[in-house]
């Protein structure tokens, strides 16, 4: 099992001009969804910025993915990355 990360997003700019960039964002995530990176995603309460939930074999390869998000190379986030190894998980959460 491939060990898992949160990608902690915390928004620079204001929220208009974050969510005028959330398309290509979308675009983003996608890809990575389609991959096989990224497992869950969402804003944060309040919205503040977001979290992603990636799994990967490094902790490089997931700096290599938050740093191609358009929020960072727009410079409307920056982010922080918590790897952890998932001991448990619910049902076939990481079964795929």
């Known amino acids: ?9 915390t928004y620079t ?4 001009t974050v969510l005028k960039n959330r398309p290509d964002h979308v675009v983003f995530l996608q890809r990575h969804y389609d991959a096989g990176n ?11 910025g977001g979290i ?3 799994q990967a074999d490094s902790k490089d390869k997931v700096i290599d993915m938050a740093n191609q998000d358009p929020f960072i190379t727009r410079g409307l986030a ?9 001991n ?9």
Do not use: C, H, W, Y
Request: no cysteine; glycine share 4%; hydrophobic share 55%.
């Open 13 to 16: 700019a204001d929220l208009d």
């Open 78 to 86: 920056t982010f922080e990355i918590t790897e952890f190894v998932p």
């Open 38 to 48: 990224f497992l869950a995603s969402g804003p944060k309460v309040p919205r503040e």
């Open 52 to 54: 992603i939930l990636a």
């Open 88 to 96: 448990m998980t619910a049902g076939n959460f990481l079964k795929a």
């Open 1 to 9: 099992m491939q060990n898992l990360f949160i990608i902690n997003l």
